[in-house]
């Protein structure tokens, strides 16, 4: 035999023993999991968010007269209602003001009377050219101006009136007061700092922002956020706030730099529970309840582009399946989308996945 043949036939009877080997090889096992149904489950979407607490109306309060600080009837930090007396000024000379305003209108009440008088007297005489016209008009010129002068000096009463008003300075609404920067019996004036500033705490508003696509896919816009959004809210210790609350604003233009709309939604707080500055965790629920998929949590994986489950085929294949995830209750997630009721899906064992390698379903007893 010609021995440059050799080592062609040495690698030809390899490849056919390797043949051999691997054509006569036992199949690999069927791979046993733990699956599930997808089942249907009715619940409410929502969506969580961060919010800041807001007074709905916070005032600095400002004299609008001069004058000494008579009194102060209440006290740093005090729940006062609206209408409530916060500060007196000295009244004295705006009372004067008024009593002088009154006077001159009734002076010219008396003038305004006689000339009305007289140009109606001569008036009548002119008819039976007794008098000239000139005399006449005169009479009538002087009766206007006395009107003309009553029409200012009520203005001046009104104005005068206004002032007497400001020396008494009210709470405009119902309100909590804040330190107090001015005491009895100081001088102040229109151009004062704020005496004070008061701060309405019930009801309350809690801003937060919406993304652009959460409102279009759970809402489709702003009027149907109002309409159909219950809001409900956590705070910064993690308790649940038992008020539930409603939408109250949304802004007129989404934000192009974070592409969220802001909102704010209105919370009564009785309690003073919630305090302007703070923050608090939102939630955000539809009203109209909808009938997802439902599966155990434990299907649910995670990776770095997000939530996917192993659903197995007829041909017993686990296939990768990503998910968009709803609400987790009871152990049971519900999912957006990507799943279909009926759908077998592997809760245990995702290990066992290989290649080639069959999976074979053992199903989760019922309770």
Request: net charge negative; proline share 4%; charged share 20%.
């Amino acid at each position: 035999m010609n021995q440059n043949y050799l080592p062609y036939i040495c690698l030809g009877f390899l490849l056919s023993l390797g043949s051999m080997t691997y054509a006569g090889a036992p199949e690999m096992p069927p791979s046993i999991v733990l699956a599930e149904k997808v089942g249907m489950k009715t619940q409410q979407i929502s969506r969580t968010y961060i919010g800041k607490i807001e007074a709905i109306s916070s005032v600095n309060i400002l004299p609008r007269v001069s004058g000494i600080i008579e009194a102060i009837p209440v006290k740093e930090g005090q729940v006062v209602s609206q209408g409530t007396v916060l500060f007196e000024i000295e009244k004295i000379r705006y009372q004067a003001a008024v009593q002088s305003a009154e006077s001159k209108i009734k002076q010219l009440d008396a003038e305004i009377h006689y000339a009305q008088t007289t140009y109606d007297r001569q008036n009548a005489i002119l008819k039976e050219d007794a008098i000239s016209k000139d005399e006449v008009d005169n009479a009538k010129s002087t009766l206007d101006k006395l009107m003309a002068q009553r029409s200012a000096n009520e203005a001046d009463l009104i104005l005068a009136k206004e002032d007497l008003a400001y020396c008494t300075i009210k709470a405009p609404f119902t309100g909590k007061i804040g330190r107090v920067n001015f005491h009895q019996g100081q001088y102040i004036t229109p151009t004062t700092s704020s005496l004070a500033s008061i701060t309405q705490l019930d009801p309350i508003y809690v801003r937060f922002n919406i993304s652009e696509q959460d409102l279009q896919e759970i809402f489709g816009n702003p009027t149907a956020l109002q309409k159909e959004a219950i809001v409900k809210i956590q705070t910064a210790n993690g308790a649940d706030y038992q008020e539930v609350g409603s939408i109250a604003i949304t802004d007129n233009m989404v934000d192009t730099g974070t592409d969220t709309l802001t909102v704010w939604a209105k919370f009564d707080n009785p309690d003073s529970i919630l305090i302007p500055g703070g923050i608090a965790t939102v939630k955000l629920i539809k009203k109209e309840e909808k009938n997802l998929p439902s599966i155990t949590l434990s299907a649910v994986q995670h990776d770095q582009n997000g939530a996917f489950v192993y659903i197995i085929n007829e041909q017993g294949q686990a296939m990768r399946t990503p998910v968009t995830l709803g609400e987790i209750e009871n152990k049971k997630q519900t999912i957006l989308e990507g799943l279909n009721e009926g759908q077998t899906v592997i809760i245990d064992g995702v290990h066992k996945i290989r290649p080639g390698v069959k999976i074979v379903p053992q199903f989760k007893k019922s309770n």
